[in-house]
């Protein structure tokens, strides 16, 4: 149904007008001004020094799950900070890995080696620092709890300096990323051993679980999770998952042009046809907003990025992240 993403080459030239599209698992959004593909951290901070030398805006993607460039594409430079090598060198009791390197890769690698921690997860798309920027999480773990130390690159000045886990501020689905900016260049992780066997057959059990509630983006381009789950109530209380409250409401039946809500999970949307536009996706996260507000009384708030210019209301407009000229 849609166009495969596209393949580019670890550390390419610059590339321009490439669709965005072809390098974002919702396989949506217009041409970049200019694309880089970059693997290692060295790579990547001369990447970044070289545009911020030209005084020329830049954003940075992973693999490009958890986010919807315009339909008008991005005025700038995108670096997309992606490997296919699975490197971990253990340092001082800790594992260092490249922020570029796909987060199942790594768990895949980890259950070969005997290595714990990261079972949780599977499945899930997407780059090691995008995972620890997001602070992502599956099945009551997340991220945040496996990481001891992570280097930073500075968007502004290019600097490059290693935050601690206590600085990084680790709560649901955050990180000082946030708030304070910064690129993710390298993470170290201090995981346990464990059996092998005893680890694949985790790994096994939650891919399937996954398999089940979640669509194959390669099949059915998405972005995971739309909405965060809310807030415990006290202590001890558990959070109330954004679907139940959208099931709840009545968003699962939800479309808009070719984005349509998920059947089997409705905190997730689907590019159902090969028409749908990026616009469709934000003009439907705001419609499944407001059923939960009007039906439940309840706010949400979106885990999808929308980076580039949207037609937008006043509420959708805090969503969306300008960016370029």
């Known amino acids: 149904m849609s166009a495969p993403s596209l393949q580019i080459a670890e550390d390419s030239a610059v590339l321009h007008h490439v669709p965005l599209s072809r390098v974002t698992t919702f396989q949506l959004g217009g041409p970049a001004r200019e694309l880089v593909t ?5 790579a990547l901070w001369r990447s970044v020094h070289d545009v911020l030398s030209r005084g020329e805006p830049f954003v940075v993607i992973g693999g490009g799950s958890n986010i919807v460039c315009s339909d008008e594409g991005l005025p700038c430079r995108v670096i997309r900070y992606v490997s296919d090598r699975v490197e971990m060198a253990e340092e001082n009791g800790a594992w260092c890995v490249a922020g570029s390197v796909g987060l199942d890769r790594i768990v895949e690698r980890c259950v070969a080696d005997g290595i714990g921690g990261l079972t949780f997860a599977s499945g899930i798309p997407g780059t090691l620092g995008g995972a620890v920027a997001g602070n992502a999480g599956a099945f009551g773990a997340q991220i945040g709890d496996c990481v001891a130390q992570v280097e930073l690159i500075d968007p502004a000045t290019g600097g490059v300096r290693v935050c601690s886990r206590e600085e990084m501020a680790f709560a649901y689905r955050y990180s ?7 690129i993710i260049s390298r993470v170290w992780m201090i995981l346990p051993n464990g059996p092998p066997a005893h680890l694949r ?12 509630k979640h669509p194959d983006w390669r099949a059915q381009p998405c972005a995971g999770s739309v909405f965060r789950n809310l807030e415990a109530s006290g202590p001890g ?9 959208l099931e709840e409401s009545g968003a699962g039946a939800l479309r808009v042009g070719g984005a349509a809500v998920f059947v089997k999970h409705a905190n997730i949307i689907v590019k159902e046809t090969d028409s749908c536009t990026a616009q469709d996706v934000i003009d439907l996260v705001w419609c499944m907003h407001n059923k939960a507000q009007e039906k439940m009384k309840i706010s949400l708030t979106p885990e999808i990025r929308f980076l580039g210019r949207f037609r937008a209301v006043p ?5 969306i992240t300008g960016v370029g000229a």
């Open 201 to 212: 057959q985790e790994r096994e059990a939650l891919l399937a679980l996954r398999r089940e």
């Open 315 to 319: 509420g959708q407009a805090a969503w």
């Open 38 to 42: 970059v693997a290692a951290p060295e």
């Open 237 to 245: 209380a558990r959070r109330m998952a954004a679907g139940k409250v």
């Open 176 to 182: 000082r990323i946030r708030d304070r900016g910064g």
